[in-house]
């Protein structure tokens, strides 16, 4: 209580501590300035009122101000601090999940020495996200291995459906130290987006899964995030029979939801495991640059006003980080038919010779895709 009552304002110019009446002759010497540019047409103006520049009798009292924020933090209730930051401070309400508010650089920090394009030796599966949009594609392609550890080996953006089929049924990557070749193995097309030549992004999509999604090298499926709580990371769509305009789709196609917000916890969890070479690591390829990872903090984890955890888009632009969460759907366990596990390797197999009783051992070694 004896500190609190000797609380005071730290001048950001001077670094001094001014005391209430101090703060508030600084105060009334300044003048109001808006944060936005005056809009040609005005619809209603007003001003949020931080109380730390109140001049309205004791609402701008510093030690008051610090009891009731110390107040609202003991509580452990969120309300209460949303009711400080909104009513006190005159700011939004937002709090962050620790672990989500990554820098630029803290998310390069994943960065490996593999080069882009190119496959590690001992991965097993490449597998491909793709955020559809008014104007193109932005894909992201995954290296994996069967523990689930993984590299980003190429990401971008592409303009027309013909340059993302390239891009999914034509394209090789060259696995290192092997002189062999990789191509995708599965992909997954989150099918949001605008409208595309008198089609919305959605119907486009579907129709496009349909004639190219499978009997191909590479399987590709549509996603979508569930609207709904999902148990587990992956769910089952019921078959569509109809595209959303309401044309018929003759044979149904089915499409997979996706916990999206399951998906970004695994997602940067394994970000924080390549920092620290640890389990399940994400990898980064040696080139990726700052417009990969300001895409990837374009959202952040925060505490809602009903104190639950959301994922918040807080950048203008998350594509990359909606397709990495498709990509790692693939490789999910809980895919249709199983994900990277697949390619687990065989235990040994022992087989014993009649005559002579002596063990031969063989090694079933690991499947591949390519």
């Not at 962050?96 to 097993?124: M, N």
């Not at 595309?196 to 590709?220: D, P």
């Not at 950048?315 to 809980?334: F, Q, R, V």
Request: aromatic share 10%; net charge positive; glycine share 10%.
């Amino acid at each position: 209580p004896v500190q609190i009552s000797r609380a005071g304002y730290k001048c950001e110019v001077c670094c001094n501590i001014w005391t209430t009446a101090e703060k508030n002759l600084s105060v009334r010497r300044g003048k109001w300035v808006a944060r936005n540019k005056k809009p040609a047409k005005i619809v209603r103006a007003g001003f949020h009122i931080n109380r730390l520049y109140s001049l309205l009798g004791i609402s701008g009292d510093i030690p008051k101000l610090v009891r009731a924020w110390t107040a609202a933090v003991k509580s452990n209730d969120p309300k209460q601090k949303q009711g400080f930051i909104n009513g006190t401070l005159a700011e939004p309400w937002k709090e962050t999940v620790a672990g989500t508010d990554k820098t630029i650089s803290e998310i390069l920090q994943a960065k490996c020495d593999l080069p882009p394009q190119t496959v590690p030796e001992k991965a097993v599966a490449l597998t491909c996200g793709v955020d559809c949009q008014k104007f193109g594609f932005w894909y992201v392609v995954r290296a994996w291995s069967y523990d689930f550890t993984s590299w980003l080996i190429h990401y971008g953006h592409l303009p027309t459906w013909e340059a993302l089929e390239r891009l999914l049924f034509e394209t090789r990557y060259p696995i290192e130290s092997t002189g062999r070749t990789a191509g995708i193995w599965r992909a997954a097309i989150d099918t949001g987006g605008g409208r595309f030549e008198n089609l919305s992004m959605t119907e486009k999509a579907y129709w496009w899964i349909r004639e190219h999604g499978f009997g191909k090298s590479c399987q590709v499926w549509g996603t979508k995030g569930a609207s709904r709580p999902i148990a587990g990371r992956i769910h089952i769509g019921k078959t569509l029979d109809r595209t959303p305009s309401g044309k018929a789709l003759p044979g149904g196609l089915q499409i997979i939801l996706l916990n999206t917000g399951e998906l970004k916890d695994a997602f940067h969890y394994r970000l924080a495991q390549a920092r620290e070479n640890g389990v399940q690591a994400a990898y980064l390829h040696n080139e990726t640059g700052r417009d990969y990872a300001a895409q990837i903090k374009a959202e952040q984890k925060q505490i809602n006003a009903r104190g639950l955890e959301e994922w918040i888009q807080v950048g203008p632009d998350n594509h990359l980080l909606d397709a990495e969460i498709s990509a790692h759907a693939c490789a999910d366990p809980e895919w249709i038919g199983g994900g990277v596990n697949l390619y687990r390797p065989q235990p040994e197999i022992v087989k014993t010779e009649r005559k002579t009783k002596r063990p031969l051992r063989q090694a079933a070694g690991s499947r591949r895709r390519w």
